[in-house]
T-cell receptor, first 114, second 114 residues
Framework: AQSVAQPEDQVNVAEGNPLTVKCTYS??????LFWYVQYPNRGLQFLLK??????LVKGSYGFEAEFNKSQTSFHLKKPSALVSDSALYFC????????????FGAGTTVTVRA | NAGVTQTPKFQVLKTGQSMTLQCAQDMNHNSMYWYRQDPGMGLRLIYY???????DKGEVPNGYNVSRLNKREFSLRLESAAPSQTSVYFC?????????????FGEGSWLTVV
């Protein structure tokens, strides 16, 4: 069975400071990993994904994520947070051998204060 | 550049009423999905359609039915709504249902069952 854990319900940072949103996963095979962002009353927007290759993945809006196989983690990072980054962030995983099923974490609410 | 479009955006139903959520995508994707989002639970897959002419149950299919009308359209029907079906519903699509294909989401439908 595949699963995703986002250990922090909320993350609060000051504008201009680094932002990290944590994600760990469990799969039986090799993982495909995704990050999505959801603004209030909106749908989920795709940020980035890890399929294979370089462990550091760069995505939209200055976000990046690092795949760490030994720690089964895929943390989302941004070097300098903006107030507009305040949103709900979801990590998701698909087991390489598992059709269709994309499992989501419970989400982390990020608040960036001015 | 509409992407995934779903209607209605908001709906209030009485217990026992029926309704259909409509979804259409203009990205020529083969696979389509219906998810529900509940606080603290992330997104859970209700049904999916890997390709035109096929549909399959996801994690939480009870109380729902789906129709893949054509390649563009995938509807979700609640035959007899229950308060437990109060949720935010997201339609989504991807080029294929497997491997590293990115899933793209609609803006959501807020459903309240009283």
């Amino acid at each position: 069975a595949q699963s995703v854990a986002q250990p922090e319900d909320q993350v609060n940072v000051a504008e201009g400071n680094p932002l990290t949103v944590k994600c760990t996963y469990s799969v039986s095979g090799n993982p495909y990993l995704f990050w999505y962002v959801q603004y209030p009353n909106r749908g989920l927007q795709f940020l980035l994904k890890y399929i294979t290759g370089d462990n550091l993945v760069k995505g939209s809006y200055g976000f990046e994520a690092e795949f760490n196989k030994s720690q089964t983690s895929f943390h989302l990072k941004k070097p300098s947070a903006l107030v507009s980054d305040s949103a709900l962030y979801f990590c998701a995983v698909r087991d390489m051998g598992n059709d269709y099923k994309l499992s989501f974490g419970a989400g982390t609410t990020v608040t960036v204060r001015a | 550049n509409a992407g995934v479009t779903q209607t209605p955006k908001f709906q209030v139903l009485k217990t026992g009423q029926s309704m259909t959520l409509q979804c259409a995508q203009d990205m020529n994707h083969n696979s389509m999905y219906w998810y529900r989002q509940d606080p603290g639970m992330g997104l859970r897959l209700i049904y999916y359609s890997a390709s035109e002419g096929t549909t399959d149950k996801g994690e939480v299919p009870n109380g729902y039915n789906v129709s893949r009308l054509n390649k563009r359209e995938f509807s979700l029907r609640l035959e007899s709504a229950a308060p437990s079906q109060t949720s935010v519903y997201f339609c989504a699509s991807s080029e294929q249902s497997y491997s590293g294909n990115t899933i793209y989401f609609g803006e959501g439908s807020w459903l309240t069952v009283v």
